[in-house]
């Protein structure tokens, strides 16, 4: 191959997606306002034909663009799963938008731009790169946010994105410390310059820390989190399921290359500050998800818990004995926690209606007596983010209190069992109102969301007996 050739062969699904979502933009605009479905078909097929040409590109190893981008295991591994989460987020949307009266053809090319993004910054190897990505993936869920122009969703989409730019503010002004104290934004660079000895080891740790404050924005870590309960409530639904796996996976995949990649040199001066931000997050997630009533906001702090235990697996990433196992079992939870975020968004979707109604935990009431699939669907998916077997959440938690307690960080371990039994609390409330509680909760019936439920159900369950495969793939795409 040319040096040209090798350059667009790193970025290959990126370009199909982003082509796709380009020509699809303007095949809207000739497709009549009642038949959006056939927009929505589209986007899926785009996602899936980028989505098989990442899988062919598994155990490839290439460096593109004068080493700005990367193709490797941990890129291919992170594209499959962003990839995967579009086409749940296509799924869910369809019949929810035509239900809410917002099924318009943008939304779906939004969605796939959104997804470029986050394609881009799982093979960033630049922090330029990094920077223009995170806008990239954010500018178009700033849209989505307020997509259906209620007043609640507009608040929502406002808010995410005034609290984004400033969070955009420190990634920026972060990399220019880096820059300043390396005079690279190149990871691989960074990481020579600051092995060598003849940086600035202050200013490097600064610039380090105010990229941390960015990422910690987008995965939603405490003390960054304070966007987190308004945006998840008033978006629309749909795209809140989307939002909670996608942009997560992005921030925590870029977290983990950025500072794994450029800053192993300070891991000495960031641990206290990661250990502190992992276990507040935990804290703050679940002590305040304990006393929410409504769905969304309790989702939504479940999710800024979770981001917690991911930092978790992030604490040791100095260390090179420990580091590997842990990145692999961070990877392995983002994947147990997508599946179950978008299985529990879907049955909160089935069960919303109108103007906001049927998303408080008392609607949930009567659901096993008159839906009981939908129930036990449920259950697993709560089971799952409380970490109870047999399921994959159980799982990813295991892989994640052993590499903390293999770094050395029994503490952190402790603290993530602790808030693993508070939020039993607060997730089994919605098991109890479903089976012991009287009710007569009306469901909303449509096929790709009781396809996405009943998919992402068995897959948690499934998966939880035989997960070796999946956090050998993870440990894997780790090593490069």
Not at 114 to 122: C, E, I, K, Q, R
Not at 189 to 201: E, H, N, P, R
Not at 299 to 304: D, E, P, R
Not at 330 to 340: E, H, I, K, R, T
Request: some cysteine; hydrophobic content about 55%.
């Amino acid at each position: 191959m040319t040096p040209t050739s090798i350059d667009f062969y790193t970025i290959i699904p990126y370009l199909i997606l982003t082509v796709w979502a380009c020509v699809l933009l303007i095949v809207d605009l000739f497709i009549p306002r009642g038949r959006k479905g056939i927009t929505a078909f589209l986007a899926a097929l785009g996602l899936a034909v980028s989505l098989g040409y990442s899988i062919t590109q598994i155990g490839l190893e290439r460096s593109g663009f004068d080493g700005m981008i990367s193709l490797d295991g941990f890129s291919t591994f992170a594209n499959i799963l962003l990839l995967s989460s579009g086409l749940f987020g296509v799924a869910l949307a369809y019949g929810y938008t035509q239900r809410m009266g917002i099924h318009r053809g943008e939304y779906y090319t939004l969605l796939l731009f959104s997804v470029t993004g986050m394609m881009l910054m799982a093979q960033a190897n630049d922090l330029i790169i990094v920077f223009l990505a995170l806008e990239l993936l954010s500018i178009p869920l700033y849209v989505l946010s307020a997509i259906s122009r209620k007043l609640q969703s507009e608040e929502s989409g406002v808010k995410y994105f005034l609290l984004g730019a400033f969070a955009s503010g420190f990634v920026v002004y972060g990399t220019a410390l880096v820059f300043g104290a390396t005079g690279s934004t190149n990871l691989s660079v960074i990481f020579l310059q600051a092995a060598s000895g003849v940086t600035s080891g202050l200013l490097l740790t600064i610039g380090a820390a105010l990229l941390l404050v960015g990422f910690g924005f987008k995965v939603a870590a405490a003390p960054f989190h304070m966007w987190t309960p308004d945006v998840y409530q008033g978006a629309p639904t749909s795209v809140t399921a989307f939002m909670a796996a996608g942009a997560k996976i992005a921030g925590f995949v870029a977290l983990f290359r950025v500072f794994s990649t450029a800053f192993p040199a300070i891991a000495s001066d960031m641990t206290d500050v990661l250990w502190a931000l992992s276990a507040l997050t935990m804290i703050v997630g679940n002590l305040v998800a304990l006393s929410q009533t409504n769905i969304k906001r309790l989702l939504a702090y479940s999710a800024i818990a979770h981001a917690g235990y991911i930092l978790m697996a992030f604490v040791p990433y100095g260390d090179e004995k420990v580091a590997p196992t842990a990145v692999a079992a961070g990877l392995f939870y983002l994947v147990a926690y997508a599946v179950s975020n978008f299985g529990s968004w879907g049955v909160v979707i089935a069960l919303e209606k109108a103007e906001g109604k049927g998303l408080e935990l008392d609607d949930y009431a009567g659901l096993a007596k008159k839906y009981p699939a939908l129930a036990v669907a449920m259950t697993i998916f709560m089971l799952s983010l409380i970490g109870f077997p047999p399921t994959l959440g159980m799982v990813g938690k295991f892989y994640l209190f052993r590499s903390a307690i293999d770094g050395g960080f029994t503490g952190l371990a402790l603290i993530g069992v602790i808030t693993s039994l508070i939020s039993a609390y607060y997730y089994l409330r919605v098991v109890v109102n479903m089976y012991m509680k009287e009710g007569d909760p009306e469901v909303e019936r449509e096929p790709w969301l009781g396809f996405t439920t009943s998919f992402t159900a068995v897959v948690t369950v499934a998966v939880s007996f035989v997960p070796q495969f999946l956090f050998l793939l993870a440990y894997t795409a780790v090593l490069r």
